[in-house]
Structures are given as structure tokens and as C-alpha cells.
């Protein structure tokens, strides 16, 4: 096993590190030049000399050098979602790796905990929130107050629906489907108790906009990630898509 950094560790170990605080932050909504950077910052606090990294959609890779040696790995990062907490948190612990105040042991318990650690706040309250945010977004349309109360209902209904589908693994053209479809449909069942029924109906599925793919899209393009930028924007397509079949579905049905 060679030593190579100057906290004394194996180059293993410190790309296994390295790729993990990398694969936190792919996960949790960060974009490929961010979670280039993490994953290099990582390894050169514990002492690499050079690091190389390659990321795509699914997978992250990084080869490390310490003199003539070297070391390569690749981890499996299927899914990519939005933790802005944990982001923060991945954020504060490199400082502190690259300050000094934590050796590579403290790091790996340090890091591990960040992965553990719950979301802040219980679906059902997102759940909530998210609706009533579509509210107000019925409110901005020009809607009136019948028009804020059912387009949250609607919308809470649909993310509840949606948080159903995502936790059973669903694919993203098949939640926002049918999301989408449950959001407007409960909105149209009820146009007839508010006079701005196109507020309450435009803003019933804005919660299912792939606003963190579409923003780290433009950033990898921005950055010359192109590849990964046209995966997120594809991502993003197929979710718009599905929305798109899913309202249609349900103007259908409404005669609308």
C-alpha cells in the first residue's frame, strides 16, 4: 500500500475519499465543474499532487498522482437530485479538511455523518409548502383568492402524488405524467368556484419545472461540460414532456 499524503495515508484511501465527497455532491444537485472541483480540492488537502477527474450523468472517475504513483476509481452515481443543505455542509467540511482541522479519520466519520443525515423537514410539510408556493405563483397570474386556495389544493395533491411515485422509483416521464395530471385535473374539477380558472390551471404544475437541471445544464455548457450539460437539458425535456402529456390528459378529460 503506498503512503503518499502528508496526513500520512494510503492514495486509496484518499481517493476513496475524495470520490465520495464527489458522489455526495452529484447527488445532491451540484454541477459537473462543482463536483470537479470538491473532488480535487479533497484529494490535494490530504496531499495529492495532481488529480484528474472525469465525470458523466451516471458515473464519477478520478485518477490521483503522488510521485510516481497512482491511483484510479470510478463510483456508480445513478441518481441526481437537489440537497442544497447537504451542498452547504459538503462545503464546510472541505474547509475545514483544507484548514487543517480535520485529519483523514475525522474526515471519512465527518463525511459519513453528512451522508446520514435526514432532510430538515418532513414531507408533508414540503408537500404543503410546495402548494402553497404554486398559490402565489396563482396569485402573481391575476388570480383571485378562490383561484390561490384551489391551486394550492391541486398542487399539494400533485406533489403528494408525485413524492408517491419518486420514492417507488418511478422514472421522471412517468411522475411528472402523472403528477401533472392529478395537479390539473383536481384544479379543473373545481374551475367553476373562482372567476380566473386560467391562474388557478397555469399555475397548478409549475412545481414539477426541473428548475436545478435546467440551471446546472446551462452552467456545464457555460463551464464546457457539453456533454453532461445536453444530458441535464435532455433530463429536462423528458420531465417537461411528460408534463405536457399530463395536462393534456387532463384538459381532455375536462373538455377544456
Known amino acids: 500500500m503506498t503512503i503518499s499524503t502528508k496526513y500520512n495515508t494510503s492514495l486509496a484511501d484518499t481517493l476513496g475519499l475524495s470520490l465520495q465527497a464527489g458522489l455526495l455532491a452529484h447527488q445532491s444537485g451540484a454541477g459537473t465543474h462543482r463536483t470537479s472541483l470538491i473532488i480535487q480540492r479533497t484529494a490535494k488537502a490530504l496531499g495529492a499532487a495532481r488529480v484528474e477527474v472525469i465525470i458523466s450523468s451516471t458515473n464519477i472517475g478520478a485518477t490521483i498522482e503522488w ?29 475545514d479538511l483544507e484548514q487543517g482541522e480535520a485529519d483523514p479519520a475525522h474526515a471519512q466519520l465527518a463525511l459519513d455523518e453528512i451522508a446520514k443525515r435526514p432532510i430538515h423537514y418532513p414531507r408533508w410539510l414540503i408537500t404543503a409548502l410546495v402548494g402553497l408556493s404554486c398559490g402565489a405563483f396563482a396569485a402573481l397570474f391575476g388570480g383571485d383568492l378562490a383561484a390561490i386556495l384551489i391551486t394550492t389544493f391541486g398542487a399539494t395533491l400533485g406533489m403528494a402524488v408525485r413524492f408517491y411515485l419518486v420514492l417507488r422509483h418511478f422514472k421522471p416521464s412517468v411522475f411528472a405524467t402523472v403528477a401533472s395530471f392529478v395537479a390539473l385535473l383536481s384544479v379543473g374539477l373545481l374551475r367553476h368556484l373562482t372567476d380566473t380558472p386560467e391562474a388557478a390551471l ?55
Open 67 to 95: 510521485g510516481d504513483e497512482r491511483e484510479t476509481g470510478f463510483r456508480k452515481a445513478p441518481h441526481m437530485g437537489a440537497n442544497f443543505s447537504l451542498l452547504t455542509s459538503l462545503d464546510q467540511w472541505l474547509v
Open 202 to 256: 397555469a399555475a397548478s404544475v409549475l412545481f414539477l419545472i426541473p428548475g436545478v437541471p435546467l440551471i446546472n445544464g446551462a452552467s456545464d455548457l457555460l463551464n464546457a461540460n457539453y456533454l453532461n450539460g445536453m444530458v441535464r437539458f435532455a433530463m429536462s425535456t423528458v420531465i417537461i414532456f411528460g408534463i405536457a402529456v399530463g395536462v393534456s390528459l387532463a384538459l381532455r378529460i375536462l373538455g377544456i
